[in-house]
């Protein structure tokens, strides 16, 4: 068991006022047996209503709305979470749902035709995670949040969430129910994606960007069939105006 | 003119009059032609159909359950499976449809209804059989156009209505807005939420909301706080909260936090509201799991399933290739069949094997092969055809039904329904937006 | 089923939006005809300040041009066509409002218009019908809105437009101030809701000096009451 420090924080600058803000977060940890929440705690600026609760997937959510004029948005996620290390999780009950491809993760002709060596789910998928590695190369400002796995195939490049896309992909068409993750890593300034793989048994964490089991150092906090299921902010307001929004996030083990 | 028993030659001669009416009422639909939206009147041919007493008794009964079966079957989904777990429905049509939405998972819908409106497509075959072509259980639009129409032909000639015994069908926003009190159960107001006046059916939002009584929300005029949904007044601090909201945008816009986020039309966090039990949706979320092409095939088995009832209505003979037995049937009898993709999602629609060339039927038996369980394929049917005018005569083109069911605490059908017919002779798709036209559904009262 | 009686913002835009628009079909279409009448057998003299202040970019030079162009140019934001338009684009947002009958009166006078522009009707006494349906119209808003707060952003929004066209046409001071006082009469609530409370008290002391000024003369009034006029609302 080791203990990690983290915080997510968000701060967005509008040019002009906006009104009418309603928005809906999943930047808290998620509550596993891998990963215990010792501490955790939030603050956001400015709210008028803010509720606590959870999504479909059973990510923790915090909705809300702020209708005054205001000219900055923030948030701050913060606390300490014990991890196990050991790559799992329980059956979460609906694991079929994470056998069927979705619009961002619809497979190319060209994944059809990988071949994935016989073995057991755990084998295959980390021959999967092994081959996404190869198969892609790291290279940010390419891809965006909505880009599918099609496009990232014609690329042959991407971020973390593509080769966590791929990864599922693959896993899906070779039957192995497969979820996307978001989360935060030890010395990563940013968000971080990887795949979540169901062995019959347990989920497996592992991540194809860096051909690694997702233990250590990993901090969950959201899975869902693709990255649209994990944004961390949604927010709709009204007025007219630019942002400006810095995201600052970071991991200790202490 | 005479047709069976019923004599409406009064109503026929005065064509031009009704169409004055539906002029001055501007009964029309949008349609977007080349991204531009314009708006047309939605063409009226006053030759009604005709449906017997007895003919109904029977439609009634089987649309009754059908729907029944339908909110047992969306309640299942959502809730417990035990339809996929006794495996009379493999998942993966469930979970692979585009309808199916995670989030509705568990939540409780006001009074355990999914379809409060639905809308069932229905053709009458040649062998006097009727046949359920499709479910519409998301925001299936149309009731409008009888009802208006009704009221400008008893007016324009109501000699015709002296002379028949015809159901009165100017009571639907009576159903309507029974059905939304219920839903509303007290809680605050019922708003009919529309997208707007570019909508193709913008016509009928207005036209139920004048109706019902109920008020005509826009994109904007409501807001989620507090986990309720409010509409808003001039006045800052005044607000009204919403019991229930008829929504006539899709599942996917509805709430861009939760679904689509580019969408504009929405309410944001109203599934939160939803989830809390403080607001009804009519129609609920999550139902296109329901009307899915692919699902379509396992309504009957729903309705043995959930009711232990043999089903009233037939479905089109359909079969599904995904099953081994249908498999071989459908690819040895290609071009006889209809081709229809699950999904939609590769734009083919609606394909006849019979006007396929030998090379266009071989791709499309490789398609079939590549992916198995994105097709269904259904016999054609003959289906009867119904009169229309035509300059100064009658010719008869293909015709489909759209019945409507409510559902509150009880299950009604509307004694009536609309009728859509082709003015193409070749053409079998009815669709209004094609350039085909309306009837008024005709329920005679006497035998 | 529970009536909502509050009304949105942007219902409120639509409600006044359109009471001006109507009450600008009608009100062109009377001014059109005295116009009209003029040109027949007058003196371009008779007709020519008419002529330019309903024209005032001057787009027709021919005196049937005009006409035409005051009745069916589509591109003309001012012609009666248009008002039309603008006033349905309102009042197709409002059917459960203002009922169905009271829209059908819109609704057949853009058919009917639509028509007499493809006929290219010249002669103006043709387009009575549509009047005759604009004061249907209001009789249908009156006797069928059950909305007190909706009746009377309409008739605000027609009071205006009224105003507004009367000032800018030199109607005698003694009509400009029956139609505020009529204006002035809606229901404190609302105008607190609906008017910016400085603009009314200017506007106010503007009539109010007025007034005095004319004691039942004719006067000469400058625009700062027009300018004022369409400042004051807020929606």
């Given at each position: 068991?080791?203990?990690?420090?983290?915080?997510?924080?968000?701060?967005?600058?509008?040019?002009?006022?906006?009104?009418?803000?309603?928005?809906?977060?999943?930047?808290?940890?998620?509550?596993?047996?891998?990963?215990?929440?010792?501490?955790?705690a939030?603050?956001?600026?400015?709210?008028?209503?803010?509720?606590?609760?959870?999504?479909?997937?059973?990510?923790?959510?915090?909705?809300?709305?702020?209708?005054?004029?205001?000219?900055?948005?923030?948030?701050?996620?913060s606390?300490?979470?014990?991890?196990?290390?050991?790559?799992?999780?329980?059956?979460?009950?609906?694991?079929?749902?994470?056998?069927?491809?979705?619009?961002l993760?619809?497979?190319t002709?060209?994944l059809?035709?990988?071949?994935?060596?016989?073995?057991?789910?755990?084998?295959?998928?980390?021959?999967?995670?092994?081959?996404?590695?190869?198969?892609?190369?790291?290279?940010?400002?390419?891809?965006?949040?909505?880009?599918?796995?099609?496009?990232?195939?014609?690329?042959?490049?991407?971020?973390?969430?593509?080769?966590?896309?791929?990864?599922?992909?693959?896993?899906?068409?070779?039957?192995?129910?497969?979820?996307?993750?978001?989360?935060?890593?030890?010395?990563?300034?940013?968000?971080?994606?990887?795949?979540?793989v169901?062995?019959?048994?347990?989920?497996?964490?592992?991540?194809?960007?860096?051909?690694?089991?997702?233990?250590?150092?990993?901090?969950?906090?959201?899975?869902?069939?693709?990255?649209?299921?994990?944004?961390?902010?949604?927010?709709?307001?009204?007025?007219?105006?630019?942002?400006?929004?810095m995201?600052?996030?970071?991991?200790?083990?202490? | 003119?005479?047709?069976?028993?019923?004599?409406?030659?009064?109503?026929?001669?005065?064509?031009?009059?009704?169409?004055?009416?539906?002029?001055?009422?501007?009964?029309?639909?949008?349609v977007?032609?080349?991204?531009?939206?314009?708006?047309?009147?939605?063409?009226?041919?006053?030759?009604?159909r005709?449906?017997?007493?007895?003919?109904?008794?029977?439609?009634?009964?089987?649309?009754?359950?059908?729907?029944?079966?339908?909110?047992m079957?969306?309640?299942?989904?959502?809730?417990d499976?035990?339809?996929?777990?006794?495996?009379?429905?493999?998942?993966?049509?469930?979970?692979?449809?585009?309808?199916?939405?995670?989030?509705?998972?568990?939540?409780?819908?006001?009074?355990?209804?999914?379809?409060?409106?639905?809308?069932?497509?229905?053709?009458?075959?040649?062998?006097?059989?009727?046949?359920?072509?499709?479910?519409?259980?998301?925001?299936?639009?149309?009731?409008?156009?009888?009802?208006?129409?009704?009221?400008?032909t008893?007016?324009?000639?109501?000699?015709?209505?002296?002379?028949?015994?015809?159901?009165?069908?100017?009571?639907?926003?009576?159903?309507l807005?029974d059905?939304?009190?219920?839903?509303?159960?007290?809680?605050?107001?019922?708003?009919?939420?529309?997208?707007?006046?570019?909508?193709?059916?913008?016509?009928?939002?207005?036209?139920?909301?004048?109706?019902?009584?109920?008020?005509?929300?826009?994109?904007?005029?409501?807001?989620?706080?507090?986990?309720?949904?409010?509409?808003?007044?001039?006045?800052?601090?005044?607000?009204?909260?919403?019991?229930?909201?008829?929504?006539?945008?899709?599942?996917?816009?509805l709430?861009?936090?939760?679904?689509?986020?580019?969408?504009?039309?929405?309410?944001?966090?109203?599934?939160?509201?939803?989830k809390?039990?403080?607001?009804?949706?009519?129609?609920?979320?999550?139902?296109?799991?329901?009307?899915?092409?692919?699902?379509?095939?396992?309504?009957?088995?729903?309705?043995?399933?959930?009711l232990?009832?043999?089903?009233?209505?037939?479905?089109?003979?359909?079969?599904?290739p995904?099953?081994?037995?249908?498999?071989?049937?459908?690819?040895?009898?290609?071009?006889?069949?209809?081709?229809?993709?699950?999904?939609?999602?590769?734009?083919?629609?609606?394909?006849?094997?019979?006007?396929?060339?030998?090379?266009?039927?071989?791709?499309?038996?490789?398609?079939?092969?590549?992916?198995?369980?994105?097709?269904?394929a259904?016999?054609?049917?003959?289906?009867?055809?119904?009169?229309?005018?035509?300059?100064?005569?009658?010719?008869?083109?293909?015709?489909?039904?759209?019945?409507?069911?409510?559902?509150?605490?009880?299950?009604?059908?509307?004694?009536?329904?609309?009728?859509?017919?082709?003015?193409?002779p070749?053409?079998?798709?009815?669709?209004?937006?094609?350039?085909?036209?309306?009837?008024?559904?005709?329920?005679?009262?006497?035998? | 089923?529970?009536?909502?009686?509050?009304?949105?913002?942007?219902?409120?835009?639509?409600?006044?939006?359109?009471?001006?628009?109507?009450?600008?079909?009608?009100?062109?279409?009377?001014?059109l005809?005295?116009?009209?009448?003029?040109?027949?057998?007058?003196?371009?003299?008779?007709?020519?300040?008419?002529?330019?202040?309903?024209?005032?970019?001057?787009?027709?030079?021919?005196?049937?041009?005009?006409?035409?162009?005051?009745?069916?140019?589509?591109?003309?934001?001012?012609?009666?066509?248009?008002?039309?338009?603008?006033?349905?684009?309102?009042?197709?947002?409002?059917?459960?409002?203002?009922?169905?009958?009271?829209?059908?009166?819109?609704?057949?006078s853009?058919?009917?218009?639509?028509?007499?522009?493809?006929?290219?009707?010249?002669?103006?006494?043709?387009?009575?019908?549509?009047?005759?349906?604009?004061?249907?119209?209001?009789?249908?808003?009156?006797?069928?809105?059950?909305?007190?707060?909706?009746?009377?952003?309409?008739?605000?929004?027609?009071?205006?437009?009224?105003?507004?066209?009367?000032?800018?046409?030199?109607?005698?001071?003694?009509?400009?101030?029956?139609?505020?006082?009529?204006l002035?009469?809606?229901?404190?609530?609302?105008?607190?809701?609906?008017?910016?409370?400085?603009?009314?008290?200017?506007?106010?002391?503007?009539?109010?000096?007025?007034?005095?000024?004319?004691?039942g003369?004719?006067?000469?009034?400058?625009?700062?009451?027009l300018?004022?006029?369409?400042?004051?609302?807020?929606?």
């Amino acid at each position: 068991m080791r203990q990690y420090l983290f915080t997510y924080q968000t701060f967005v600058r509008f040019t002009n006022p906006v009104v009418n803000h309603h928005f809906r977060l999943r930047c808290q940890p998620m509550k596993s047996e891998s990963q215990r929440v010792e501490e955790d705690a939030l603050v956001v600026s400015t709210h008028s209503w803010l509720q606590a609760g959870h999504d479909a997937f059973g990510n923790r959510t915090l909705v809300g709305c702020y209708l005054l004029p205001h000219l900055s948005f923030a948030f701050a996620s913060s606390g300490i979470v014990s991890l196990t290390g050991e790559v799992c999780g329980h059956s979460s009950g609906n694991d079929s749902l994470f056998r069927y491809s979705t619009k961002l993760t619809t497979p190319t002709a060209e994944l059809r035709e990988v071949y994935v060596p016989d073995g057991s789910n755990r084998q295959k998928a980390e021959y999967i995670c092994d081959y996404v590695h190869h198969l892609l190369s790291y290279r940010q400002e390419v891809t965006n949040s909505s880009t599918s796995v099609g496009e990232v195939m014609s690329l042959r490049q991407g971020v973390c969430q593509d080769f966590a896309h791929v990864m599922i992909s693959l896993c899906r068409l070779n039957g192995i129910p497969a979820r996307y993750v978001c989360g935060m890593m030890v010395g990563e300034g940013q968000t971080h994606a990887w795949v979540e793989v169901f062995d019959g048994r347990f989920w497996i964490g592992l991540d194809p960007t860096n051909a690694v089991a997702a233990g250590y150092g990993y901090v969950k906090l959201s899975h869902g069939r693709d990255a649209s299921d994990c944004s961390v902010c949604k927010g709709v307001f009204g007025g007219n105006t630019c942002q400006d929004t810095m995201v600052s996030v970071s991991v200790f083990e202490i | 003119m005479k047709r069976k028993n019923v004599k409406i030659g009064d109503l026929t001669d005065n064509m031009d009059m009704v169409n004055k009416w539906m002029e001055r009422y501007g009964v029309r639909f949008g349609v977007y032609k080349g991204g531009v939206f314009k708006e047309q009147l939605f063409p009226f041919d006053s030759v009604p159909r005709i449906i017997s007493n007895d003919d109904w008794l029977y439609l009634e009964r089987g649309l009754k359950q059908r729907v029944k079966a339908l909110n047992m079957f969306l309640w299942d989904i959502y809730h417990d499976k035990n339809i996929i777990k006794d495996g009379v429905i493999p998942e993966e049509f469930i979970y692979s449809s585009k309808g199916y939405m995670p989030e509705c998972e568990q939540v409780d819908p006001f009074g355990g209804v999914y379809a409060h409106i639905a809308g069932i497509d229905l053709v009458e075959g040649k062998d006097d059989n009727w046949y359920v072509l499709e479910d519409n259980l998301r925001i299936p639009s149309g009731a409008s156009y009888p009802m208006i129409a009704r009221s400008i032909t008893r007016k324009v000639s109501p000699q015709t209505f002296s002379e028949n015994k015809v159901a009165d069908n100017r009571d639907y926003a009576d159903l309507l807005r029974d059905m939304m009190d219920e839903m509303n159960d007290g809680r605050g107001i019922a708003v009919i939420f529309t997208p707007g006046r570019y909508n193709s059916a913008y016509f009928e939002h207005s036209y139920l909301a004048e109706k019902t009584g109920a008020t005509l929300a826009f994109p904007g005029d409501l807001f989620v706080e507090n986990g309720m949904v409010y509409y808003g007044g001039m006045n800052k601090d005044e607000k009204k909260r919403v019991g229930c909201i008829y929504r006539r945008v899709s599942d996917e816009y509805l709430d861009p936090l939760a679904f689509e986020d580019s969408s504009l039309i929405g309410i944001p966090n109203v599934m939160e509201a939803y989830k809390l039990g403080n607001v009804a949706l009519v129609n609920g979320l999550g139902n296109g799991v329901a009307d899915d092409k692919g699902i379509y095939y396992f309504v009957p088995k729903m309705v043995r399933y959930y009711l232990e009832e043999e089903p009233i209505l037939n479905n089109a003979p359909t079969y599904l290739p995904y099953f081994r037995e249908d498999y071989e049937y459908v690819l040895a009898h290609l071009d006889k069949l209809v081709l229809k993709e699950v999904s939609e999602a590769g734009g083919y629609g609606v394909i006849f094997g019979r006007d396929l060339s030998p090379e266009k039927l071989e791709e499309l038996k490789q398609m079939i092969i590549e992916n198995p369980r994105a097709w269904i394929a259904q016999e054609v049917i003959d289906f009867k055809d119904l009169e229309i005018i035509e300059g100064d005569g009658f010719v008869e083109r293909k015709a489909d039904l759209r019945a409507f069911v409510v559902s509150g605490k009880e299950t009604k059908v509307w004694k009536s329904g609309l009728t859509r017919f082709s003015r193409n002779p070749n053409s079998f798709v009815v669709n209004s937006s094609q350039g085909g036209g309306f009837k008024d559904t005709w329920i005679l009262l006497d035998k | 089923m529970v009536k909502c009686n509050i009304i949105s913002p942007t219902k409120a835009n639509r409600l006044f939006w359109l009471g001006r628009y109507v009450e600008r079909v009608y009100m062109t279409l009377h001014i059109l005809r005295k116009c009209y009448d003029r040109m027949i057998d007058g003196e371009p003299s008779d007709y020519e300040l008419l002529k330019s202040k309903l024209d005032p970019s001057q787009t027709y030079k021919e005196t049937a041009d005009f006409t035409m162009g005051m009745l069916y140019d589509e591109g003309n934001k001012s012609s009666i066509i248009s008002s039309l338009k603008f006033a349905f684009d309102n009042a197709i947002l409002l059917r459960e409002d203002i009922t169905s009958e009271s829209l059908s009166f819109i609704e057949m006078s853009i058919a009917f218009i639509k028509k007499c522009k493809s006929d290219n009707v010249m002669n103006i006494t043709y387009l009575q019908n549509i009047t005759d349906w604009m004061l249907s119209f209001w009789g249908s808003c009156e006797e069928r809105i059950t909305n007190h707060g909706e009746l009377s952003v309409i008739m605000v929004g027609k009071s205006i437009e009224k105003m507004d066209l009367s000032l800018r046409f030199n109607y005698p001071f003694n009509t400009i101030d029956l139609i505020y006082t009529k204006l002035n009469g809606i229901d404190a609530g609302l105008r607190d809701l609906l008017f910016d409370s400085i603009v009314e008290k200017r506007l106010d002391d503007s009539i109010k000096q007025y007034r005095a000024l004319s004691n039942g003369l004719a006067i000469d009034y400058g625009d700062e009451i027009l300018r004022e006029l369409n400042q004051l609302v807020k929606v």
